[in-house]
C-alpha cells in the first residue's frame, strides 16, 4: 500500500474565500478554480498539475494525506460531485494537521515543520498567488507555483512518516468522524433567514441614524463619541463594552442625556451578530444546508474541538434571541426529517471526581438523578430526608450549584465571589467548606504540584496521562521567578496558542481543570464515533452535545438509542458514573 500526500492550489480573493464563504460557497464561487493538485508518494511518484488531468483512479485502496484534510478531501469530493474530476477510493485519507495538533504541535504546516525539524518555511509564494488566476501567471511564478506545492506535499508526507504512529487510531477516527460532520451539512431554513437578515440589516440602519455623526464618521470613532460627550458637557467613559462595570454605570447615568450613545454600543453588537447571519447564508447551499466545520483538538493542551475561523463559530451559537433573532431557530431538519439534540450532564463535575479518585461522591453521583443533590448531600448542605434537592430548595440547589462548579479548580475566594455572586465572607465558607468535604480535590492540586516540581527537577518534558492512553503535553516546563510571597503560578510550560507554541502559567489546579476537561473530550468523542456507528449520523456537535438527523418516523427509537449508547460508559472507563439528556425537535434548540 503506497501512501500519497495530495495537496490543491485554487484561486482566492477577499470575496472568493472559504473564510468568508465556507468550503461549498467557496467551491461553487463563480470565479473558484482548483488549477493544480500536487500527489506525491512515498514511492517516489511525484504529480504537479491540472487536477481535472490526473488519473484519480491510481489512489484507489492506498493511504491519502492533506495538511488540512477538511479542504482537499471535501474539495476533490465536491469536485466528483460536480463532474470535474473522476472518482477513486482510497483505503484511509488522513489530516497531518489534525495529527500534529494532537500530539500538541503548531497544526500549520509552516510552523509544524519548523517544531518537528527546524525548517524556516516562507508563505510568500502563498500571499502572492491571491486574486491570481493561473492562466494570467507568468511562466516564472507558475514554476514557483509549482515547487512551492510540491515541497508543501513532501513535508506533509514527511510529517507522516515522522509522527503518526503516536496518532492512535481512534483518534484517526474521531479527526476522520469531524471532517465527516462537516460535509453532510446543517439543514437551514432558508427563508427564515432572509427575513432575519432583513431584520437585523434594518436594526443596524435604524442604530446608524441614531448616531449624530454619521456622515463625517464611522459609526464607532472613539474619537466622535467623545467629542459628541463632551460638547454636551459629559465626561465620556473610558470604556464602551457591554458589561464593563463602569461603563454600566455611564451608561445608566446619561441614558437620557445621550440616547445615541446606546446606539453606538448597540451599532458594534447589530454588526457582529449580521456578520455571523452574513457567513451563515454565504455557506447555504442551494440544497439548503450550510456547510461548516469544527476543528479537531483546536483548543490545547485539553484537545476540546473549537470553531474553524471566520465570522460563524459553531462551538459558539447566541443560545438566546438577539435583536429579535433566534440564530438556532435557523437550523431545522429536512421535510419527514427531525433533529434529535443530546448533551452528556455535568461531564467536567463527573471526570474531575472520577480523577480525584472520591468514590464516596462517584456513588452519590451514580444513585442519584440530579449531580447537584449529590453535591448538596457531600458538602452537608443538604439533608436527603427532605427529599430531591431541586424539589426541597431551589434557592440552594443554585447555591450547590456554583459552588461545586467554581470551587473544583482551586479558585480563590475573591475571584468565586465575582464568579458566584456570593458576597466575600459568604464566598470564603463556601471554599473553605468546598475543600473539607472533598479533600481528594485538593490533593489531587497537590500532586500535580508535585509531578511539575519533579519533571521540573529532572528536565524532562511534561505530560500528563489520561486513562483513554491520550496525553496533556506541555514540554519542558521551567519554574517562575517568585517575588516576595510565593506566586500561585510556579511554573511555565508550553502549549499552542494562535498556531505556536507559547509560554502558558501552570499550576496544580490550572492542571486538574485541563484533565477533566481532557477527560470529558475523549468519553464526549468515544460516545459520538459509537453513535454516528450506530445508523444516527451527527450532523453538529456543541462542546458535549450531539445533534443528528433523522427520518421522523424512527425518531423516538433513535433518541432512545442514542441516550442509551451516552449512558454507557467508554471500555477504558467502565466505572465512571455518566448521564445524558436529550429530546426530540423541530429547530435546534436546548
Same mark, same amino acid.
Given at each position: ?9 485554487? +484561486? +482566492? ?52 494525506? #492533506? ?10 469530493? +465536491?469536485?466528483?460531485? =460536480? ?42 509564494? &502563498? ?21 512551492y506545492a510540491i515541497k508543501d506535499s513532501e513535508l506533509c508526507l514527511r510529517l507522516w512518516q515522522e509522527l503518526s504512529d503516536r496518532w492512535p487510531q481512534t483518534e484517526r477516527d474521531i479527526s476522520e468522524l469531524n471532517r465527516k460532520v462537516g460535509q453532510r451539512g446543517i439543514p437551514i431554513d432558508t427563508t427564515l433567514l432572509k427575513e432575519n437578515l432583513e431584520q437585523i440589516r434594518t436594526e443596524l440602519f435604524n442604530a446608524e441614524q441614531s448616531i449624530p455623526w454619521i456622515g463625517d464618521n464611522t459609526p464607532l470613532s472613539r ?10 458637557? !459629559?465626561?465620556?467613559?473610558? #470604556? ?18 445621550? $440616547?445615541?450613545? &446606546? ?37 490545547? $493542551?485539553?484537545?476540546?474541538? #473549537? ?42 463535575? &463527573? ?7 472520591? &468514590? ?12 447537584? /443533590? ?24 443554585? %447555591? =450547590? ?65 489520561? $486513562? ?17 510571597? =510565593? ?7 508550553? !502549549? ?34 459509537? *453513535? ?5 449520523? *451527527?450532523?453538529?456537535?456543541? /462542546?458535549?452535545?450531539? =445533534? ?16 442509551? !449508547?451516552?449512558?454507557? $460508559? ?5 466505572? !465512571? ?12 434548540? %436546548?
Amino acid at each position: 500500500m503506497i501512501t500519497y500526500a495530495i495537496d490543491f492550489e485554487s +484561486y +482566492y480573493d477577499s470575496d472568493c474565500s472559504i473564510t468568508t464563504l465556507g468550503p461549498r460557497g467557496y467551491f461553487s464561487h463563480p470565479q473558484f478554480d482548483a488549477y493544480m493538485v500536487t500527489v506525491v508518494g512515498d514511492d517516489g511518484f511525484v504529480y504537479a498539475g491540472c487536477p481535472r488531468q490526473f488519473d484519480w483512479s491510481m489512489l484507489n485502496g492506498h493511504v491519502l494525506l #492533506s495538511h488540512n484534510a477538511s479542504f482537499d478531501e471535501s474539495l476533490y469530493l +465536491y469536485g466528483v460531485e =460536480v463532474g470535474w474530476f473522476s472518482p477513486c477510493s482510497p483505503a484511509e485519507w488522513h489530516c497531518t494537521a489534525d495529527m500534529t495538533a494532537f500530539l500538541g504541535l503548531p497544526r500549520s504546516l509552516k510552523n509544524a515543520s519548523a517544531a518537528v525539524f527546524g525548517l524556516e518555511i516562507s508563505k510568500t509564494t &502563498r500571499d502572492n498567488m491571491k486574486g491570481k488566476q493561473w492562466n494570467l501567471m507568468t511562466d516564472d511564478f507558475k514554476k514557483e507555483v509549482t515547487e512551492y506545492a510540491i515541497k508543501d506535499s513532501e513535508l506533509c508526507l514527511r510529517l507522516w512518516q515522522e509522527l503518526s504512529d503516536r496518532w492512535p487510531q481512534t483518534e484517526r477516527d474521531i479527526s476522520e468522524l469531524n471532517r465527516k460532520v462537516g460535509q453532510r451539512g446543517i439543514p437551514i431554513d432558508t427563508t427564515l433567514l432572509k427575513e432575519n437578515l432583513e431584520q437585523i440589516r434594518t436594526e443596524l440602519f435604524n442604530a446608524e441614524q441614531s448616531i449624530p455623526w454619521i456622515g463625517d464618521n464611522t459609526p464607532l470613532s472613539r474619537k466622535a463619541f467623545n467629542n459628541q460627550c463632551r460638547a454636551q458637557g !459629559i465626561v465620556p467613559p473610558a #470604556s464602551l463594552a457591554a458589561g464593563n462595570e463602569e461603563a454600566d454605570k455611564w451608561f445608566a447615568a446619561f441614558q437620557d442625556a445621550c $440616547p445615541w450613545a &446606546r446606539a453606538v454600543q448597540n451599532y458594534r453588537r447589530i454588526n457582529t451578530f449580521l456578520r455571523k447571519l452574513e457567513a451563515f447564508d454565504g455557506g447555504t447551499m442551494p440544497d439548503g444546508r450550510y456547510y461548516g466545520g469544527l476543528m479537531y483538538c483546536g483548543a490545547n $493542551p485539553t484537545a476540546r474541538f #473549537s470553531g474553524s475561523g471566520g465570522n460563524l463559530n459553531l462551538q459558539n451559537l447566541p443560545r438566546e434571541g438577539m435583536f429579535g433573532v433566534n440564530f438556532r431557530h435557523m437550523i431545522r431538519p429536512k421535510d419527514g426529517y427531525k433533529l434529535i439534540v443530546a448533551d452528556l450532564s455535568q461531564i467536567e463535575v &463527573r471526570t474531575l471526581c472520577w480523577l480525584a479518585e472520591d &468514590r464516596k461522591a462517584l456513588d452519590l453521583i451514580r444513585e442519584s438523578d440530579d449531580i447537584y /443533590h449529590a453535591f448538596g448531600v457531600l458538602l452537608g448542605l443538604h439533608d436527603p430526608a427532605n427529599g430531591p434537592l431541586k424539589e426541597y430548595d431551589k434557592q440552594l440547589r443554585h %447555591k =450547590v450549584k456554583s459552588i461545586a462548579l467554581g470551587c473544583s479548580y482551586g479558585m480563590g475566594a475573591a475571584k468565586f465571589s465575582t464568579f458566584s455572586g456570593m458576597a466575600l465572607e459568604e464566598a470564603e465558607k463556601a471554599v473553605k467548606l468546598y475543600r473539607e468535604r472533598m479533600p481528594t480535590v485538593p490533593k489531587l492540586w497537590r500532586s500535580l504540584d508535585q509531578n511539575m516540581a519533579t519533571a521540573c527537577a529532572v528536565g524532562e518534558p511534561f505530560q500528563l496521562e489520561l $486513562p483513554s492512553n491520550r496525553a496533556l503535553r506541555y514540554g519542558k516546563i521551567k519554574r517562575m521567578k517568585e517575588a516576595g510571597s =510565593v506566586t500561585r503560578f510556579r511554573y511555565i510550560g508550553k !502549549i499552542v496558542r494562535n498556531g505556536q507554541l507559547r509560554d502558558f502559567q501552570l499550576w496544580g489546579g490550572i492542571l486538574t481543570e485541563n484533565m477533566s476537561q481532557g477527560l470529558a473530550r475523549d468519553i464526549f468523542s468515544d460516545m459520538m464515533l459509537r *453513535v454516528d456507528a450506530a445508523g444516527f449520523p *451527527v450532523i453538529l456537535h456543541v /462542546h458535549d452535545e450531539i =445533534v443528528c438527523e433523522v427520518p421522523e418516523a424512527q425518531a423516538e427509537e433513535a433518541l432512545a438509542k442514542i441516550l442509551e !449508547i451516552m449512558h454507557t $460508559p467508554p471500555t477504558w472507563i467502565p466505572d !465512571i458514573p455518566v448521564a445524558a439528556e436529550g429530546h426530540i425537535c423541530d429547530l435546534y434548540s %436546548k
